[in-house]
């Protein structure tokens, strides 16, 4: 079992859906969970980072992590095209054991 | 702004033709990675620095080695690139204690 699993997707929404993005892990060590966005042919871009279980919301994002299933999940509301891109979850333990997902490419159709 | 840069953005070199890549921060943080990522895959972690102390992953090939001068640079050489070593090459760099990474553009290495 890999450590951060991730459907890879692609996943193709139209514009204005509600996207929901998902990782499970299997560490359960894990207490830091980061989602990134990449644009084709960039850097990974940190979007949020929550600690331990529980939501953060930031704008149309949201961030939710259930530690008990080993679950977390990315919302983006009214999603709009410029929204087109992958999406990398990472999680760490207090500095050590950083990993990513594999990622799931999102395209948002105008 | 304080930013990671990374130099060139793209590179083309020649099957066996050394190349060196190069990463800058602004960012004041000590720790900084190098991450080679392919396709459709997550980033792989190559090598990583706690300020000059060196940390090289068990699968990273031999081909593949890396100089911090200072706390501000790093650079990725790659001593006899193969076609397969074709991607784009991440810096990251992170404070000492913190969790998140913050990530240069990238540079996407060509091999003929």
């Known amino acids: 079992q890999k450590e951060v699993e991730q459907d890879p997707g692609p996943l193709s929404v139209p514009e204005g859906a509600i996207v929901s993005l998902n990782c499970t892990y299997s560490?359960?060590?894990?207490?830091?969970f980061m989602w990134y966005r990449q644009y084709s042919r960039k850097g990974p871009e940190l979007l949020m980072y929550?600690?331990?279980?529980g939501n953060k919301e930031d704008g149309r994002f949201t961030a939710q992590v259930d530690k008990s299933s080993k679950y977390i999940s990315l919302f983006i509301r009214d999603s709009q095209p410029s929204d087109s891109a992958t999406y990398l979850c990472?999680?760490?333990?207090?500095?050590?054991?950083?990993?990513f997902g594999p990622g799931t490419r999102l395209s948002v159709l105008p | 702004d304080a930013m990671v840069i990374q130099n060139p953005r793209y590179q083309v070199t020649q099957f066996g033709k050394p190349v060196t890549l190069s990463c800058s921060q602004t960012?004041?943080?000590?720790?900084m990675y190098w991450y080679q990522q392919k396709s459709s895959q997550a980033p792989k972690l190559l090598f990583h620095?706690?300020?000059?102390?060196?940390?090289n992953e068990a699968d990273t090939p031999d081909n593949f080695q890396s100089r911090r001068p200072n706390t501000s640079f790093c650079f990725l050489d790659i001593r006899s690139p193969g076609l397969g070593d074709a991607a784009m090459y991440l810096c990251?760099?992170?404070?000492?204690?913190?969790?998140?990474?913050?990530f240069g553009p990238g540079t996407r290495l060509l091999v003929l």
């Open positions: 990472a999680m760490s333990s207090y500095g050590q054991n950083f990993v």
């Open positions: 620095y706690y300020d000059k102390d060196f940390n």
């Open positions: 990251a760099t992170k404070i000492w204690q913190g969790e998140t990474q913050y």
């Open positions: 929550t600690y331990s279980s």
């Open positions: 560490n359960s060590a894990f207490q830091y």
């Open positions: 960012l004041n943080h000590n720790v």
